[in-house]
C-alpha cells in the first residue's frame, strides 16, 4: 500500500490511539515497516562514544572517550568522592551541540555538591541514514551502549565513588539505554545506582518489558510520560510513572486532533522534547510539581484524585513514593 493512501486511512482513524501511533511512524519514516533488534548477547563496538565531564564550581570541565572516562574523572584534581554525579544520557539524533542538552548544562551549572556528566552516543545514534534505518540501526546499538555505559559506571565505583552517588537521567533512547545501563551494573558490581530518571522513554521498538527501562534497575526508577504511544512509551514500568497532563500530548504544543498529519507529527515531537524542558525546570523550582496518585487521566482531570496520595514531581522528588501519578502543568511557565 503506497504511504499517500496509507496516510488517508491513518487520517481518519487518527483519534483512536492505535492510529496514533501508527500515524506518527508512517509519517517519519515511510510505509516499511520497523526491524526491531534488540539482543542482550550483541556486543557491538561503541568505542567511539564521547563522555563529557563537568565541575562547574571549579571550572573543570573535560572530555574522554568512554573507554577512558573512568580512569580519566576519577585522576581529576581534588575530585570529591562525597559529590552527586548526575549522568545524563540523550536519545535519537542527539549530540553534546544539541539546544537539549545545552539545556541540561545550565540546569545543572549551579547545583552544588555535584559534577555533571554528558554521554555523546551520536556516532551510533545519528539520522544521517534516513529516519527509519538510523533508528532501526540506533535501536540495535541500544544494549551494547548500555553495557559500555554500566563499564564506566562500575569503573567509578572500583575508584571509590558510591553507587549511592550516582544518579543517570536519560531522554527518549537514552532513557531505555539507562535500563541497560542498570542492568549491566547490577551484574557487574551486585549492586545498583541511586536512581534513573527517564524522560518519555522511547516507545517504538520497546513493547517488552524486558526490554524496557523498569523497576528494580536502581534503587528508584521514576518515569516520565509526556508523548506516550507515539514517540514515547505510555508503559507504566517505572517505581513511579508521572503523567504529565494526559500523558500524550503536551498543552504548549497543540492539539493533535484537529491538525492535519503533518502538523500532528510536529506536535508529537514537541510533546516529546517538552519532557526535558519541563522536568529541568523544576531544578530551580522545588515547589513545582504537585502530582497525585491516580489511575486515570479522566479522573485526575477532573478532581476526583485530589484526595488521594501526594508527592512531588520533577528534579525534587523525594523517591518514596511509588504507582500511577498525575499533574499539570498548567500555569508553569518553564518554556
Known amino acids: 500500500m ?50 563529557y565531564f563537568y565541575d562547574f564550581q571549579n571550572h573543570v570541565y573535560r572530555s574522554f572517550h568512554v573507554d577512558k572516562a573512568a580512569q580519566g574523572i576519577l585522576a581529576i584534581d581534588n575530585l570529591n568522592n562525597a559529590n552527586k554525579f548526575f549522568v545524563y544520557v540523550g536519545g535519537f539524533k542527539s549530540n553534546i551541540q544539541k539546544k537539549s542538552t545545552e539545556r541540561i548544562r545550565n540546569a545543572f551549572r549551579d547545583i552544588g555538591n555535584s559534577y555533571l556528566i554528558i554521554v555523546d552516543h551520536s556516532e551510533y545514534t545519528h539520522a544521517n541514514d534516513g529516519d527509519r534505518a538510523s533508528y532501526e540501526r540506533s535501536v540495535k546499538h541500544v544494549p551494547s551502549i548500555g553495557k559500555k555505559l554500566a563499564q564506566m559506571l562500575a569503573g567509578l565505583k572500583a575508584g571509590g565513588i558510591p553507587p549511592k552517588k550516582i544518579h543517570c537521567i536519560g531522554h527518549s533512547l537514552g532513557s531505555q539505554i539507562l535500563g541497560h545501563v542498570g542492568e549491566n551494573f547490577i551484574k557487574l558490581t551486585s549492586q545498583k545506582i541511586s536512581r534513573i530518571t527517564a524522560l518519555d522513554p522511547a516507545g517504538p521498538c520497546f513493547d517488552k518489558k524486558s526490554e524496557h527501562v523498569r523497576s528494580g534497575l536502581a534503587d528508584y526508577v521514576e518515569v516520565y510520560h509526556c508523548n506516550g504511544r507515539v514517540l514515547g512509551s505510555g508503559k507504566a514500568f517505572g517505581d513511579i510513572d508521572f503523567f504529565a497532563n494526559n500523558g500524550k500530548t503536551q498543552p504548549e504544543c497543540g492539539n493533535p486532533s484537529s491538525l492535519s498529519p503533518s502538523k500532528a507529527l510536529l506536535v508529537s515531537k514537541c510533546s516529546h522534547k517538552t519532557c526535558v524542558m519541563m522536568w529541568t525546570a523544576t531544578i530551580l523550582h522545588q515547589d513545582w510539581y504537585p502530582a497525585y496518585n491516580c489511575e486515570q487521566y479522566k479522573e485526575f482531570k477532573i478532581g476526583r484524585c485530589s484526595q488521594n496520595k501526594m508527592t512531588t514531581a520533577g528534579f525534587w522528588n523525594p523517591g518514596t513514593a511509588t504507582g500511577k501519578y498525575y499533574f499539570s502543568t498548567n500555569g508553569y511557565n518553564f518554556i
Open 2 to 51: 503506497k504511504t499517500f493512501t496509507l496516510l488517508i486511512i491513518l487520517s481518519v482513524l487518527y483519534k483512536n490511539v492505535l492510529a496514533n501511533r501508527l500515524l506518527e511512524l508512517v509519517t517519519a519514516i515511510g510505509s516499511k515497516t520497523l526491524r526491531c533488534q534488540l539482543s542482550r548477547n550483541m556486543n557491538l563496538d561503541v568505542s567511539k562514544i564521547d563522555v
